[in-house]
């Protein structure tokens, strides 16, 4: 026996779903125009000189580093101006950095640097250790969030030359 074959039915027309629809893709090419640069077309209310004053305001004190969400931060909280700016970081004997700051700074640099696996020196207040492969992260990460960082290593060599095989304490046999 052979079913019958019945037509669809079309899909009621529903100016409500249809409204959203449209709307939606409106949306959808002003992020894509945004994203890409160009101005998109204006949809909606303008806001006002003090929203915008407002928003700009805000823009302001936001933090100039996306702040990471790690273990020790995992708010993703936005980290706080500093107080004393001023970081000196020193290569060890251990292939580490010690990142030396003003224990004040204990908080934002828990932030800054929870992610890289940096941990506290338990024998100095205000250090900071971490490992050198991570330093150009760590270097970044500072100075974007307002740190001025002086980097040497223990012979008074530049960190940003340092390299463990290079210029560390190892010979490699090439």
């Known amino acids: ?10 899909a009621a027309h529903d ?11 409106e949306e959808a090419k002003a992020r894509w ?6 101005a998109a077309p204006a949809a909606g209310p303008q806001p006002t000189p003090q929203a915008r004053a407002q928003e700009a305001k805000a823009a302001a004190q936001a933090p ?4 990471p969400v790690a273990s020790h931060n995992p708010g993703g909280s936005p980290v706080t101006p500093p107080s004393n700016p001023h970081l000196v970081a020193v290569g060890t004997v251990n292939q580490a950095v010690e990142i ?3 224990p004040g700074e204990e908080a934002n640099l828990r932030k800054l640097l929870g ?3 940096a941990y506290p020196n338990p ?40 390299d463990p095989v290079t210029r560390g304490w190892a010979r490699a046999e090439t």
Do not use: C, F, H, N
């Open 33 to 38: 125009a945004a994203k890409k640069g160009q």
């Open 64 to 67: 100039t580093v996306p702040v």
């Open 115 to 117: 992610g890289l696996g």
């Open 123 to 162: 024998l100095r207040g205000g250090a900071w250790q971490v490992d050198y492969r991570y330093w150009q992260e760590a270097k970044r990460r500072l100075q974007a969030a307002g740190y001025k960082v002086e980097s040497r290593d223990y012979l008074g060599r530049s960190l940003d030359e340092w």
């Open 100 to 102: 030396q700051a003003d």
């Open 15 to 25: 100016p409500q779903k249809e409204a959203e629809r449209k709307r939606l893709i």
């Open 1 to 10: 026996m052979a079913e019958e074959q019945r037509p669809r039915r079309a």
